[in-house]
C-alpha cells in the first residue's frame, strides 16, 4: 500500500513540490557554507519528501543508540537557529498544504504525510528517517529499556 501511495503522492505533484522546494532550501543552505549542518538536514528531508509513507522521522540518538555532534548541546542550538530562520516558516507551508488536502477528504492521507513534514520541518538536526518497521522495533526497544528501569 505504502508503495502505490508514494507512486500517487509524487505523480499528483505534493511531493515533487515539496522535495524540489526542499532541494532548494539545501543549496541555499549550502551556497553559505555556515549554513552547510543544515544543507544535510534539508537533504534528508527532500529525500522523506520525496517518498513519505512507510517511513519516519526520528531522533538519531534513539536509533543508533549513542549521542552525536547533532543529537547534543551543538544540535540543539542548531534547531534553534534553524526554527528563527527557515524552520517555522517551512513548517507553515506544509499545515498550509495539509490544510487544502484535507479539506478534499480523499487528500487525507497526502495531508498526513504534510503534517509529518511539519514536525521535522521545526526541528531538524539530529533526524533521521527510518522505514516505518525499524521506528516501530526502535520505540519497543526504548519502551523496554523504560520499563527496566522502573521495575530496577
Known sequence: MSLILNILWLIFGPGIIAGLVWLLAALIMAVTIVGLPWARACVTIALFTFWPF?????????????????TGTLGTVGNIVWFVLAGIWLAIGH????????????????AWQHLKLAHISLFPIGKMVVDRE??????RRKAGLTLDRVRG
Do not use: N
Open 54 to 70: 512507510g517511513r519516519e522521522a526520528m531522533d538519531r540518538a534513539d536509533v543508533t543508540g549513542r549521542e552525536d555532534i547533532g
Open 95 to 110: 499545515v498550509m498544504a495539509a490544510i487544502a488536502l484535507g479539506l478534499t477528504i480523499i487528500g487525507i492521507p497526502f
Open 134 to 139: 525499524v521506528a516501530a522495533e526502535v520505540r
